[in-house]
């Protein structure tokens, strides 16, 4: 994928996210990586997300460092992207979002483990719960990274959710699939005792 391309794919997304409430206003962060080791593009700091153009998408550098040449200033969370693209050479594009039923049935101490759903079982594999380390920071880059062995998708105590992919529409489906299963399992426990799925638990 060339740059142009990579950031109409990240403005669709970074609109999408928005629209489905998996974010909020200038929330959350979309990156797509051009090529190995290399530069990626990713979300500008403070832009509302349901109005994100193509100009408040900033260029990371090869060097690890943003280029300097956009009007903007890279997300807060570029560390997060970039201890992800260094740790796992499969992933081309992350999604960091704040999905509310994630949060929330992680803020109530249930999770995902075991899964209710033969989906999130398949495709999540095992969702970790990351400590709390401040947004931005180096520290939680490190805790995050230190876990993607576990699945594509961690949870970040009391802030939000990561997804990774081998392409953008990949990161999406996977934090897609993260917060229905949450929102699935919450409202199981809601109703009554949730019946296990085969061999979990």
């Given amino acids: 994928m060339d740059e142009r391309e990579a950031r109409r794919e990240i403005v669709r ?5 928005s629209e489905r409430g998996l974010i909020a206003g200038a929330d959350g962060n979309v990156s797509v990586q051009l ?9 500008a700091s403070g832009i509302h997300k349901g109005f ?13 460092t943003q280029s300097g040449q956009e009007k903007g200033r890279a997300s807060s969370e570029f560390p997060l992207h970039r201890a992800l693209y260094r740790a796992d050479p499969e992933a081309h594009a ?3 979002a704040h999905p509310p039923w994630t949060l929330a049935l992680f ?12 989906e999130s079982r398949i ?3 095992d969702v970790a719960l990351i400590p709390y380390h401040p947004p931005g920071s180096e520290a939680l880059a490190r805790a995050v990274a230190a876990e993607i062995h576990r699945g ?9 959710a990561v997804s990774r992919g081998e392409t953008l529409t ?7 699939c993260l917060e229905h299963s949450a929102k699935v399992t919450l409202l199981a426990h809601m109703i009554g005792e949730p019946s296990p799925l085969p061999g979990e638990g």
């Fill in 94 to 96: 992350v999604v960091h």
């Fill in 123 to 125: 495709l999540l594999r």
């Fill in 152 to 160: 594509p998708v961690q949870v970040m105590a009391h802030h939000g």
């Fill in 13 to 17: 997304a970074s609109r999408l996210l």
């Fill in 107 to 118: 803020l109530a101490g249930r999770g995902l483990d075991p899964h209710l759903l033969m």
């Fill in 170 to 176: 990949k990161a999406l489906s996977f934090m897609e």
């Fill in 52 to 64: 994100i153009t193509e100009d408040d998408i900033v260029l990371v550098d090869g060097s690890w």
């Fill in 35 to 43: 090529g190995p080791d290399g530069p990626f593009l990713v979300t």
